[in-house]
């Protein structure tokens, strides 16, 4: 995969940004009494998520980035549970679940493809390197036996 020069040109990372912004928003929204419960969880999730893909997209090799988009895919599923548990104690409203929810789903889905990608590339280069492996020792057993 030929990757941008910044993980800000990755739309993931935007998208990514544009919930976390939208789940700090709604949050803030959310009762005092839960300053130090679900709103600091709901934050900490929302914010992970970007931050893993920037970490990742920052990594030496692509099964390191593969490693850190799954990081970001976990802290989308709990945030993702978090505003559902929001929304069953009438914290947060239909319409703003709805589309917190589609915005984490559209995120998830860029997240899942740029996995599978990765996950090919990396597996091509295995492949790739395991034979020129065997074509090196071959040709290794061969100039030893000349």
Known sequence: MARPKSYRELIVWQKA????GQVYRLSSRLPKSEAFGLVSQMRRSAIS?????????????????????????????????QIELAH????????DFD??????????????????????????????????SANNANSAQQGRAE
Do not use: C, W
């Not at 940004?17 to 976390?20: K, P, W």
């Not at 860029?110 to 492949?127: A, F, P």
């Open 17 to 20: 940004m544009r919930l976390a």
């Open 49 to 81: 998520v970007p931050s893993n893909i920037a970490e990742g997209f920052g990594r030496l090799t692509d099964s390191q980035f593969r490693h850190f988009l799954g990081n970001a895919r976990g802290s989308l599923y709990e945030l993702q549970t």
């Open 88 to 95: 069953d104690l009438k914290f947060v409203s239909e319409e």
């Open 99 to 132: 589309r917190v929810m589609e915005q984490g789903s559209e995120v998830a889905r860029i997240v899942n493809g740029l996995i599978t990608s990765l996950k090919g590339s990396t597996e091509s280069t295995h492949r790739a390197n395991s034979a020129s």
